[in-house]
């Protein structure tokens, strides 16, 4: 459930004013520029993709977040390592983040209404602080090992067959919607 959100997102909020730098070849100054706005855009996103979830459900926004961060991931990662221009680099991590905001608006209470009210903060807690420390975690790591051995590409990969991998959590997750635990006692 945690495990390709999470990485996207540290993906292109954590690692990418690197990525910009040392790949894309920007400058200091431009790259945290545009990891600034799209970071302020970004944070405005997250109660709008929340509101539109209480209208069509949390697993239909989960399940675009992975079918769009499966399908986009490694073009985006790919077309930003040749872009030149600020705005173009600009546009594409919105648009990764803009899909990214499908998981990082809903995730905490999508978790919260998976279990009783009993268990909710260690049902929760333990699984999402394991899962961010493991991918979250090690996503700047393993991209700049991918990059030190030359093969970059390689990690734009490995965050796409992770988002793969929770869109198949999402897929066959019962829908929240109608099987909350949120208001068990």
């Known amino acids: 459930l945690t495990m390709g959100g999470t990485l996207a997102f540290y993906t292109y909020t954590t690692y990418m004013q690197k990525y910009l730098v040392n790949t894309v070849g920007m400058s200091i100054s431009d790259s945290t520029t545009i990891s600034a706005a799209t970071l302020f855009l970004f944070m405005c996103l997250q109660p709008l993709v929340g509101a539109l979830s209480d209208k069509v459900g949390r697993r239909p926004i989960l399940i675009a977040f992975g079918i769009l961060g499966t399908l986009f991931t490694v073009p985006i990662l790919t077309t930003l390592h040749t872009i030149q221009s600020w705005w173009g680099a600009f546009f594409l991590i919105m ?3 803009i ?3 499908g998981y990082t608006s809903i995730n905490a209470v999508v978790k919260a209404e ?3 009210t009993e ?3 260690l049902g929760v807690g333990l699984p999402y602080a394991l899962t ?3 991918f979250g975690g090690t ?3 393993i991209a700049l090992w991918f990059k030190s051995i030359g093969m970059e590409t390689g990690y734009y990969w ?4 992770c988002i793969a991998v929770s869109l198949v959590v999402y897929v066959t997750m019962k829908d929240t919607r109608k099987h909350s635990r949120i208001t068990t006692n």
């Open 158 to 161: 490995y965050v796409t067959a």
């Open 99 to 101: 899909i990214v905001s």
């Open 139 to 141: 996503a700047e790591y």
């Open 95 to 97: 648009a990764a983040l």
């Open 119 to 121: 268990i909710r903060a």
């Open 132 to 134: 961010v420390s493991i």
């Open 114 to 116: 998976l279990f009783p």
